[in-house]
């Protein structure tokens, strides 16, 4: 019997200038860079065991055995940490989320960036951090922000290697806090494999791409200079045009409920009023407000004030993903 485990944890990430749409769609590589922070206090945990006496890959997430179809996704992407390590093992994963699935928070970042870690370890494949985070790239694009630690870049790159993440800043930096404030915890109609699809069919999507070395430069120095008030100009600007594009696709998507757009306006006022505190939305109704460590109770308070608000869920930046073979399971 030959079995070789790792178990990884990594952290989902909420973007300030987005993604969306790629190049080649096979290889997830984007149209446009984007900028990301990871969330401390939301993880997934993922032990891979791979061994000679197991027949299939099997997935366990969240304790519960997932399909054959639900696993394939993440078969096909252990094939890709197969070849490299030359073997032909197959796999059980066991992940959990310490977030409750259904709550409209995408998984599949901090999902894949800890399924290439825990694989890549337990198979004895080294890549350096850009390698690594490349090789979660092509199983969720948005995984490759949740590899390096902090505040990460995608350089949108013109090929496998040089489409990666790197950190821009560690999570020390700077104490920004993301509330997710969950007004629906349905899961989406059209997942963001599919959306992506769609990014061309809308006639913005052109200029949206053509702006975005603009939003990127304003970003970055923004966090590099602790900034708030032009990044929260930039990442609600950036959001807008997203939706813009969601909004004017064939077939459009509309994601917006009447609670997403009480949380976008609230926010502004506040942030008139002089409050720190700014949206982001991915594509979903479930709104992040940005802000700093010392307004978390008091914005805490004023979101629950708002009608709709089903769930708040607290995070400040968190690292890279890593490899915590402490806490194998089982
Ligand atoms: O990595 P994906 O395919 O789940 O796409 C993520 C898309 C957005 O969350 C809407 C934007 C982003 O950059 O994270």
Aim: proline fraction near 5%; charged fraction near 20%.
């Amino acid at each position: 019997m030959l079995t070789k485990k790792a178990t990884a944890r990594a952290h989902p990430n909420i973007a300030f200038i987005k993604y969306w749409g790629n190049k080649n769609n096979d290889l997830r590589l984007p149209v446009n860079g984007s900028i990301s922070m990871n969330l401390a206090g939301l993880e997934t945990i993922t032990t891979v065991m791979f061994g000679d006496e197991i027949l299939e890959d099997r997935l366990m997430l969240n304790g519960e055995q997932q399909t054959v179809e639900q696993t394939r996704r993440v078969s096909r992407h252990l094939d890709h940490v197969r070849h490299l390590a030359n073997v032909d093992l197959r796999a059980l994963v066991i992940s959990q989320n310490n977030f409750p699935t259904g709550t409209g928070i995408a998984s599949s970042a901090s999902a894949f960036a800890a399924l290439t870690a825990a694989a890549c370890s337990a198979l004895d494949v080294h890549p350096d951090e850009a390698g690594l985070s490349a090789l979660a790239r092509l199983g969720s694009g948005s995984a490759c922000r949740s590899v390096p630690g902090g505040y990460t870049e995608w350089y949108a790159g013109v090929d496998h290697q040089t489409s990666y993440a790197a950190s821009i800043a560690p999570a020390g930096h700077w104490d920004l806090i993301d509330l997710v404030t969950i007004v629906n915890k349905e899961h989406k109609a059209v997942g963001s494999t599919d959306g992506h699809q769609l990014a061309d069919t809308s006639p913005l999507q052109a200029a949206r791409i053509a702006d975005t070395p603009r939003r990127l430069d304003l970003c970055r120095a923004a966090i590099l200079q602790k900034d708030f008030e032009p990044l929260a100009a930039i990442i609600e600007e950036d959001t807008l045009m997203m939706h813009s594009i969601l909004m004017t696709s064939s077939p459009p998507l509309l994601y917006w409920l009447p609670a997403t757009i009480r949380v976008m306006q609230a926010v502004q006022s506040w942030r008139a009023g002089g409050i720190p505190a700014a949206f982001t939305i991915d594509a979903g109704p479930n709104v992040h407000v940005i802000s700093t460590t010392g307004w978390k109770d008091k914005l805490v308070g004023l979101l629950n004030e708002l009608e709709g608000i089903q769930d708040i869920l607290p995070t400040t930046v968190g690292g890279p993903a890593q490899i915590i073979n402490e806490h194998l399971i089982p």
